[in-house]
C-alpha cells in the first residue's frame, strides 16, 4: 500500500498563477483532508471531504477550492496564487467519522512544497 | 479558543540521552490526546494516543503521560538516537468528535535534534 500519495512535491508559482496539487489514498479512507503547515504555527485545516462528492471548508479555506470526484482521489486548487499562500500543503485522510476517533489517526502524505513570488 | 502550546519550541540533545517534551492544552472537555513525529520533508505519523482516563502509553522508547486535571501531556524519550531527530506534534481531539480530522487541535510542534 502506497498510503496516501501527493503530487507534486515541489511547485514555484507566480501571483496570479493557478495550479491543482493532487491527492491520492488507497486506503480506503472515507474522510479526506487539506491541511497547510506555516512556520511557527500548527497545522491548520484548509477544506475536508467526508466522502465522495462532498467537501466543507475549514479554518482557513479562502483563496482555495476543493473537489472529491473520486473516494479515493482529493484535489486542492489555487486559482489565482498569492505569496500569503507560501507553505507546506498536507493532504491527510482517516476512517469515517463514525469510527471511535482512537482508532481513527490522521495518514499525512509528504506535502507540496509551494513557493509563490 | 481551544489552544495546545508546546514547549520547548526547539531541543538539541546527543545521542543516548533522554528528553521530555511537554504540551500544555485548553480543549475541554477532551476525547483524547495523540502525539505526532514529523521527520524533515515528511508527513506526521501517529506516535501514541491516550483517552483522558488514561495516564501514560508507551511505544517502545517513546512514553507519554497525561494528567486530564492540570491538561499536561509530556512525551518522553529515553536513549535517543538519531533517528529521534524530527519534530513533536500534540494534538487534541475534543470530546463528542468521532473520526473526522476536522475538528482536531494541533500543537506548533517542538523540534528535536539528536547530535552525536
Known amino acids: 500500500n502506497a498510503g496516501v500519495t501527493q503530487t507534486p512535491k515541489f511547485r514555484v508559482l507566480k501571483t496570479g498563477q493557478s495550479m491543482t496539487l493532487l491527492c491520492a489514498q488507497d486506503?480506503?479512507?472515507?474522510?479526506m483532508y487539506w491541511y497547510r503547515q506555516d512556520p511557527g504555527m500548527g497545522l491548520r485545516l484548509i477544506h475536508y471531504?467526508?466522502?465522495?462528492?462532498?467537501?466543507a471548508k475549514g479554518e482557513v479555506p479562502d483563496g482555495y477550492n476543493v473537489s472529491r470526484l473520486k473516494k479515493q482521489n482529493f484535489l486542492l486548487g489555487l486559482e489565482s496564487a498569492a505569496p500569503s499562500q507560501t507553505s507546506v500543503y498536507f493532504c491527510?485522510?482517516?476512517?469515517?467519522?463514525?469510527?471511535?476517533?482512537?482508532?481513527?489517526?490522521?495518514?499525512f502524505g509528504n506535502g507540496t512544497r509551494l513557493t509563490v513570488t | 479558543k481551544n489552544q495546545v502550546e508546546q514547549s520547548p519550541q526547539s531541543l538539541i540533545i546527543l545521542e543516548g540521552k533522554n528528553c521530555t517534551l511537554q504540551?500544555?492544552?485548553?480543549?475541554?472537555?477532551?476525547?483524547?490526546l495523540r502525539w505526532y513525529k514529523q521527520d524533515t520533508g515528511r508527513g506526521p505519523v501517529s506516535l501514541t494516543i491516550?483517552?483522558?482516563?488514561?495516564n501514560t502509553k508507551s511505544n517502545g522508547r517513546y512514553t507519554a503521560t497525561l494528567d486530564a486535571d492540570t491538561k499536561q501531556s509530556s512525551l518522553h524519550i529515553t536513549a535517543s538516537q538519531l533517528s529521534d531527530s524530527a519534530s513533536y506534534i500534540c494534538?487534541?481531539?475534543?470530546?463528542?468528535?468521532?473520526?473526522?480530522?476536522?475538528?482536531?487541535?494541533f500543537g506548533t510542534g517542538t523540534q528535536l535534534k539528536v547530535e552525536l
Open positions: 491516550m483517552t483522558f482516563s488514561e
Open positions: 491527510a485522510s482517516s476512517y469515517s467519522g463514525r469510527e471511535s476517533s482512537y482508532n481513527s489517526p490522521l495518514h
Open positions: 486506503m480506503n479512507h472515507e474522510y
Open positions: 471531504s467526508v466522502g465522495e462528492g462532498t467537501t
Open positions: 494534538v487534541v481531539t475534543p470530546w463528542g468528535v468521532t473520526g473526522g480530522g476536522n475538528k482536531l487541535t
Open positions: 504540551c500544555n492544552y485548553t480543549v475541554s472537555p477532551f476525547s483524547n
